[in-house]
């Protein structure tokens, strides 16, 4: 008798405890999700980061008129290096969104004698990407003497893009904004 009433009272608590358990595991498999596609995202702009970069630093070499040596960017060379990471990031992920996308290029030149110019930053996109830290803050562990001299220039490009944040209503936090940034020496 004793035994029937004891079987009695646990009916129903594999039910409450697989309830329990089907939560955590889905709260589990959610943040799995965000945090995968969150590298996924951090991969992708670290490639696209890179290589645009890479160009900027290039570009003096591969689109250079004859005898015009002028390292700076201008508005307009800025322009198409963000249409062509724009275009590379709407062919490289389904659900691209322009209005989460944002480039902030940073250019450090300095003067024959070595001085340092003032730090040239373009903004593009609608999304502005936050720096935690300036080019400029930077440059003294960065800037390099060439054979001729005279500093070499300094580029940073950082890339970031609005994730969707899939924990955020079930945890009250998280974070959307990955980020990605590539520094290289100019020519």
């Known amino acids: 008798m004793k035994e029937l009433c004891l079987r009695s ?12 358990v089907g939560v ?8 799995t999700s965000d945090v995968v596609t969150k590298i996924a995202m951090k991969g992708k702009l670290d490639r696209l980061s890179f290589s645009a970069v890479s160009i900027v630093k290039e570009r003096t070499q591969l689109y250079t008129k004859a005898n015009v040596v002028d390292y700076t960017m201008s508005s307009s060379e800025v322009a198409d290096i963000y249409k062509v990471l724009k275009r590379s990031m709407k062919r490289t992920t389904s659900s691209f969104s322009a209005n989460k996308f944002g480039m902030v290029l940073e250019e450090q030149t300095y003067g ?3 001085s340092r110019n003032a730090l040239a ?3 593009r996109g609608t999304n502005r990407c936050q720096i935690p830290n300036k080019l400029s803050s930077l440059e003294q562990d960065l800037a390099v003497t060439t054979t001729w001299g005279r500093k070499s220039t300094l580029y940073r490009v950082t890339l970031c893009y609005e994730t969707d944040n899939g924990v955020a209503g079930m945890l009250s936090n998280g974070f959307t904004t990955v980020t990605s940034s590539s520094v290289i020496l100019g020519r």
């Open 9 to 20: 009272k646990q009916k129903g608590t594999f039910a409450v405890e697989f309830a329990i």
């Open 24 to 31: 955590i595991f889905a709260v589990f498999l959610a943040f």
């Open 112 to 114: 024959l004698n070595g």
């Open 121 to 123: 930053t373009f903004n």
